[in-house]
């Protein structure tokens, strides 16, 4: 389908760019106006979003170009059915923890809200300039922005969260040095920036030392980004120390996003042929992502701290969304962009759980929440229905996006994949039904007491209780209606050498 031209791209990205900035003129002339404020600029930029999407799957891609000025000498932005799928999904869960954040905030960092809305609506605006530019440098330039307020945000609670910002800070800046790096070195023999342009050019050059070490620069600079192991460090601390609010907008976001900029420059800026056949780089990132996923989800089994056995989850899960990509094949990549998908909403869903505990009852530790479904009904029944979808139990979304890594593992003719994918997910079982066990059991007879937390006394508001409960049902309705996102947006984007 051709292309057309659309104000929505540019409309879902400054929205929240903009406000970000009012905020806090608007916070020194009336606090009790910047929550409302940003959470209707999150509401506009997200129905930018379903209306693109709308577009996008009835008429094909939107573009937008900065200034009036075409490409490749202008800046565009462009939208087809994959930055459609990723910009819904950043919508959906950006204003769900928006509407979550309210009381959250409050109690985890008072006296704080107005720095962390204006920097929160500068986290969205990155977030989805990343998705929708179709120019490197311009994605550079998003990148940033994204990574200097996901710090900020990771340090806003003080104490260990510093530390752990720190931590992310140089990781950060080294994943982002590896990027940039990789955008001199295809500009200097391409003398463009733009994907579109960069695509047509690339292939007679794939033998050009520069080309192949501005692309393995860039491979390098992503995965940190993403946190995909080994390069892993900087993401325990950072999602388990951060204000509850902040762990469920980076788990949902910033590591799915990344792993889309994997995808949109190995598949769509050079051809898929350059990293299956001339370089084993897809090779590479199948075995790294199967071994993340063992890893991770041993690591994760080892935790008391819920927050924490969340966070190395997350490592686990890249992986499965890095075999996907490896795997090579329309089985394997439908399959990872699926979990992408999915995995942001049952992960962002979780931490919104892991927030709701220690607002109302101050555990962190599940030797703590002995009984906690008792008092706490809905919200353990949140978390059981994410961590059906993490195991891989139908109706959810984690079922669907596994079986089509099955499916393209068997394809591809990697038996080792497959019980790798079933390894994983027991060992997930292994640990969130442990969870579980505490919610509605108690602790085993044998187990030696943990001291309780010191009660709280908060009831769970509605404002956190609704979005635990809409995003359990999203990941449901995931599963439900799986065959709709990728006939609608998936299917008409996988790359033609990939359907061989």
Not at 35 to 40: D, E, I, K, N
Request: net charge neutral.
């Amino acid at each position: 389908m051709s292309s057309h031209q659309s104000v929505l791209p540019v409309l879902i990205v400054v929205t929240p760019l903009l406000i970000s900035f009012v905020l806090p003129v608007l916070g020194w002339w009336r606090r009790a106006a910047v929550f409302p404020t940003a959470l209707a600029a999150l509401a506009v930029s997200f129905g930018a979003s379903l209306l693109a999407a709308h577009q996008v799957s009835t008429d094909g891609p939107i573009r937008y170009y900065m200034g009036g000025w075409e490409p490749p000498w202008g800046i565009e932005l462009h939208i087809d059915g994959l930055s459609a799928l990723m910009l819904l999904l950043i919508g959906f869960v950006t204003v769900v923890v928006g509407v979550y954040s309210k009381c959250s905030v409050l109690q985890e960092i008072p006296s704080r809200e107005v720095p962390f809305y204006s920097v929160y609506l500068l986290l969205v605006g990155g977030l989805a300039g990343l998705v929708s530019t179709a120019d490197m440098f311009n994605l550079y330039v998003f990148l940033e922005i994204t990574s200097l307020t996901s710090y900020a945000l990771v340090s806003i609670g003080g104490g260990a969260a510093v530390v752990s910002a720190f931590r992310y800070v140089i990781l950060g800046t080294v994943g982002a040095a590896f990027y940039l790096l990789s955008v001199a070195y295809l500009y200097s023999v391409t003398g463009t920036l733009n994907m579109a342009d960069l695509a047509t050019i690339l292939p007679a050059l794939y033998d050009s030392n520069a080309v192949l070490v501005g692309f393995a620069f860039f491979v390098i600079g992503i995965s940190i980004k993403m946190a995909l192991f080994p390069m892993h460090a900087w993401l325990p601390g950072a999602y388990s120390n951060a204000p509850s609010a902040v762990s469920a907008l980076i788990a949902g976001t910033t590591t799915k996003v990344a792993a889309y900029v994997l995808i949109r420059v190995m598949f769509y800026v050079f051809e898929p042929s350059f990293s299956i056949e001339q370089i084993p780089v897809t090779t590479l990132l199948a075995w790294m992502g199967a071994i993340a996923m063992v890893l991770g989800s041993v690591m994760a089994m080892a935790q008391t701290n819920l927050k924490r056995m969340l966070a190395y989850s997350s490592v686990a899960q890249i992986g499965y969304i890095v075999l996907g990509v490896g795997l090579a094949n329309a089985a394997g990549f439908t399959g990872g962009v699926l979990h992408l998908v999915n995995h942001a909403v049952m992960k962002g869903g979780l931490f919104l759980v892991a927030g709701a505990i220690v607002y109302q009852t101050g555990a962190r530790d599940i030797r703590q929440f002995g009984h906690l479904a008792a008092s706490m009904p809905w919200s353990a029944a949140a978390f059981t229905t994410f961590a059906f979808a993490m195991i891989g139990i139908p109706p959810t979304g984690g079922f669907f996006s596994k079986l089509y890594l099955i499916l393209g593992a068997i394809d591809a003719g990697q038996w080792m994949f497959v019980f790798v994918i079933v390894l994983s997910s027991v060992l997930a079982l292994a640990y969130l039904v442990k969870v579980i066990r505490y919610m509605y059991f108690g602790a085993p007879a044998d187990e030696a007491p943990v001291d309780p937390p010191p009660a709280t006394g908060h009831p769970l508001p509605a404002s956190m209780l609704v979005p635990m409960l809409v995003t359990a049902t999203g990941i449901v309705l995931l599963g439900l209606f799986n065959g709709e996102l990728v006939t609608r947006f998936i299917d008409p984007v996988i790359p033609g050498s990939l359907l061989r």
